[in-house]
């Protein structure tokens, strides 16, 4: 086999498929790609006019303008030569492992492998393909086909009778699940060691997504974003959220380059996804990033040289808060630069989105108190923490980030009487 595994992609623009498809799809093949060489993702899409390479898949034009799966019919045809032996997944494909692993299910590249109907047993489907390069049994299937769709039913009927394959992918596996089978439940949750779910019909996935059925797992799977591994690392940045609110790629686009990034997503609250995350921590310093909040571009730069300079073990500054969709932007700089537990305790004068501490804190103090008794005073408790430990706090005195103010914030949606509460509650044991 060629050292770089070739992944084809097909897209017929319609009211079922669109280009967000295949960012998907490619999002997660790279994404969970886990040796160094990269796969060549090649898109056979009827909008591109010419190659295009976009670095992370390659769009090729769709030379035919045949309806519907029978544009896939452009897989078999001569000039797609070039690029076999390659691996066809359908768009409505889940990648839930890496399809390295797939790959190495191949006992022979020259083999013609496909999906076994998940209904009809023993009969072709076409959702995941292998077609190997000069292969007598792929050009009688493009002889046979000679483009007359009209004529010839169901794309999958056509094949069955053009060709037969040489083994079907569930012979080789039991990593590859139906979202449908029988009885017709959706498949609810994903078990352990499945590497692929075929969607086939409706619901496509992004609409199995946003609908009110009770499909957590294709919600996150949507919304699951890879970042880049960072090397050596002085600085971890971990994003801990429930959802994406509308903000998270802001969130992510504030983190700038050589910062190890950590997007820790969970059905806890914003603590337990930000200690969950802790264990895979490189940097040296540590911050949490809300998905709602943005970094300053000189944040990570200034606080890092100022904690070093101070030779303190957790570092603050000032923010700016905004209110989403109003330009009514306001500085808030702390009363109190350096607080002690005493002043800490009777004014909470530290901006949450500035904070910035040495790994060591963590190592010693744990992580973030989960308890939702102190719901909305998470950072406060930490901090207080910190200062009764006797930790050394120091201040930037450079603006490090930005509050977004929005309706659906935690401190928004409590009742304000019970956040009092909480409040005295928390602050009677630091006394």
Not at 60 to 87: C, H, V
Not at 152 to 181: C, H, S
Not at 274 to 283: D, I, S, T, Y
Request: with cysteine.
């Amino acid at each position: 086999m060629n050292n770089r595994r070739i992944i084809v992609l097909v897209l017929r623009t319609s009211k079922d498929f669109a280009f967000r498809d295949v960012e998907l799809i490619a999002r997660h093949i790279n994404g969970k790609w886990k040796s160094s060489v990269r796969p060549r993702i090649i898109c056979l899409w009827d909008k591109a006019t010419e190659h295009y390479d976009l670095g992370n898949i390659e769009l090729i034009p769709l030379k035919n303008d045949w309806p519907g799966t029978w544009a896939r019919m452009e897989l078999y045809s001569p000039a797609m030569e070039q690029y076999r032996p390659f691996l066809y997944v359908d768009l409505d494909t889940a990648i839930i492992e890496s399809l390295e692993n797939i790959f190495e299910l191949v006992p022979d590249p020259s083999m013609f492998i496909t999906l076994e109907d998940f209904y009809q047993k023993g009969q072709l489907a076409t959702g995941i393909a292998w077609i190997p390069a000069n292969s007598k049994k792929i050009s009688d299937i493009w002889k046979a086909w000679g483009g007359k769709f009209k004529e010839r039913g169901r794309m999958d009927y056509f094949l069955r009778k053009a060709a037969e394959p040489d083994v079907f992918w569930q012979n080789l596996t039991t990593t590859i699940k139906d979202f449908k089978p029988k009885g017709g439940i959706l498949l609810t949750q994903v078990s352990e060691g499945t590497d692929i779910v075929c969607f086939h019909g409706k619901p496509r996935i992004f609409q199995a997504a946003e609908s009110s059925m009770s499909l957590e797992w294709v919600r996150d799977y949507v919304d699951q974003i890879f970042v880049k591994e960072v090397s050596n690392p002085e600085v971890t940045v971990i994003i801990p959220y429930n959802e994406d609110r509308g903000w998270l790629q802001e969130a992510i686009k504030s983190v700038p380059e050589g910062v190890q990034l950590l997007l820790s997503r969970g059905g806890g609250n914003w603590p337990s996804n930000f200690n969950k995350a802790l264990n895979q921590a490189r940097g040296k310093y540590i911050r949490w990033l809300h998905e709602d909040d943005i970094l300053t571009e000189n944040s990570i730069e200034d606080s890092v040289r100022a904690i070093k300079q101070q030779k303190a073990d957790f570092i603050h500054g000032n923010a700016i808060e905004f209110h989403n969709g109003r330009s009514d932007n306001k500085i808030k700089r702390p009363g109190v630069l350096f607080p002690t537990l005493t002043n800490l305790v009777k004014r909470n004068d530290i901006h949450q989105v500035t904070l910035l501490y040495k790994r060591e804190v963590f190592e010693k103090l744990g992580g973030l108190n989960e308890s939702t008794d102190i719901l909305s005073f998470e950072e406060f408790e930490f901090n207080l923490r910190c200062l009764k430990a006797g930790m050394k706090i120091g201040y930037c005195d450079s603006i490090l980030g930005y509050y977004r103010r929005h309706p659906n914030q935690i401190i928004k949606i409590t009742n304000r009487k019970e956040r009092i509460g909480r409040r005295n509650k928390l602050i009677s044991t630091y006394r």
